[in-house]
């Protein structure tokens, strides 16, 4: 009975990470399709988080002017096998409201932790190529993590907003290049990775749990069927 229950069990997990990997799927040609629709504007830019969602890789087109005092570099962000900072600084915009912008990544530097490597600000109004996308991941913080100051683990909106007064829309945006203008002009790579979903990490644990079922279907017929009947077949006294 409890090997029975250990295959229907992983064959159960399998199954249902299959289904994840559907749903993983499903989004990101939802996602996909996003990208594909007209640029968003300030006016149709999402002020609530339930219009932020339904925004998820947008694409969007703004007007506005940089506040650098509010600059935060994300520490441990690699690229392309590099340790560095993600840059993240709030956009206002001309309704008064203003919107974060992850706008590149810079390398750290080897020996000084806690040097901030140079990045050019416009001081008058940009023109901003963006993609709407969740807030940073998290990473694991050892200690206390830093609130203050340049350099952070992590931030989330309402950090953001509290720290700076600004009335953060419900977002994060991602700054592309745009085309036809050079790249790198600002000290920043903007060379981003597609999003990854996990689809197949899910695959490889259906895969793994496929497997433990098929084993444990495999040692259930062997010790309790074809094994016994070896036996008594090579028993002399039967």
Request: charged share 20%; no cysteine.
């Amino acid at each position: 009975m409890a090997a029975l229950l250990m295959i229907a069990l992983t064959a159960r997990l399998g199954f249902w990470q299959l289904d994840r990997a559907a749903q993983k799927q499903a989004l990101q040609a939802q996602q996909a399709q996003r990208g594909q629709l007209p640029a968003l504007d300030a006016a149709t830019l999402a002020r609530t988080p339930e219009q932020s969602v339904a925004q998820l890789q947008r694409t969007v087109r703004l007007q506005g002017r940089w506040a650098p005092e509010a600059t935060v570099f994300l520490d441990n962000r690699p690229m392309a096998g590099q340790v560095g900072f993600h840059v993240l600084t709030p956009l206002r915009l001309d309704d008064g409201s203003a919107v974060l912008v992850q706008r590149g990544w810079v390398p750290r530097h080897r020996l000084q932790r806690d040097l901030l490597p140079p990045v050019h600000t416009p001081d008058g109004p940009v023109s901003l190529l963006a993609r709407v996308i969740a807030e940073p991941s998290r990473l694991r913080e050892l200690g206390e993590p830093a609130l203050t100051g340049p350099i952070r683990q992590n931030l989330d909106l309402a950090t953001a907003a509290r720290e700076t007064g600004l009335t953060l829309r419900p977002l994060v945006l991602l700054q592309l290049d745009a085309p036809g203008q050079p790249s790198g002009t600002d000290g920043l790579r903007r060379d981003w990775p597609a999003p990854d979903f996990g689809i197949e990490r899910h695959h490889g644990y259906a895969l793994q749990w496929f497997a433990l079922s098929a084993l444990g279907s495999g040692l259930l017929l062997w010790f309790g069927w074809l094994r016994p009947r070896l036996s008594s077949r090579n028993d002399p006294e039967t």
